[in-house]
Nanobody, 123 residues
Framework: QVQLVESGGGLVQAGGSLRLSCAASGRTFSDYTMGWFRQAPGKEREFVAVIGWAGGRTYYADSWKGRVTVSRDNARNTVFLQIYSLRPEDTAVYYC????????????????WGQGTQVTVSS
């Protein structure tokens, strides 16, 4: 089992930035490809970014390129999502997820999910 706990969400004004964190425990973190997703009220879950387990290759959804950066610190068992230029439509719950040794691509089957962290962007 892998336990994932997101943090770093909150209320931010439009144009601001946030860094979300996802702390993992339970297995060897460096063996897991880590993805970030979000889900806005009334909408389907949306892929944001992913970082690979080996070498840290990244992949971003087209709509997010240039506005987010995903990174990981294997020594701290943590993956990060830095979001820039936040917009009110970015208001959503942001989730991290883990995939064992998967490729850094959006359509992985993620075995483990966190509970999410709420991001609210005011106009």
């Amino acid at each position: 089992q892998v336990q994932l706990v997101e943090s770093g969400g909150g209320l931010v004004q439009a144009g601001g930035s946030l860094r979300l964190s996802c702390a993992a425990s339970g297995r060897t973190f460096s063996d897991y490809t880590m993805g970030w997703f979000r889900q806005a009220p009334g909408k389907e879950r949306e892929f944001v970014a992913v970082i690979g387990w080996a070498g840290g290759r990244t992949y971003y959804a087209d709509s997010w390129k240039g506005r987010v950066t995903v990174s990981r610190d294997n020594a701290r068992n943590t993956v990060f999502l830095q979001i820039y230029s936040l917009r009110p439509e970015d208001t959503a719950v942001y989730y991290c997820a883990a995939n064992f040794r998967g490729l850094p691509r959006p359509n992985n089957v993620y075995n483990y999910w966190g509970q999410g962290t709420q991001v609210t962007v005011s106009s």
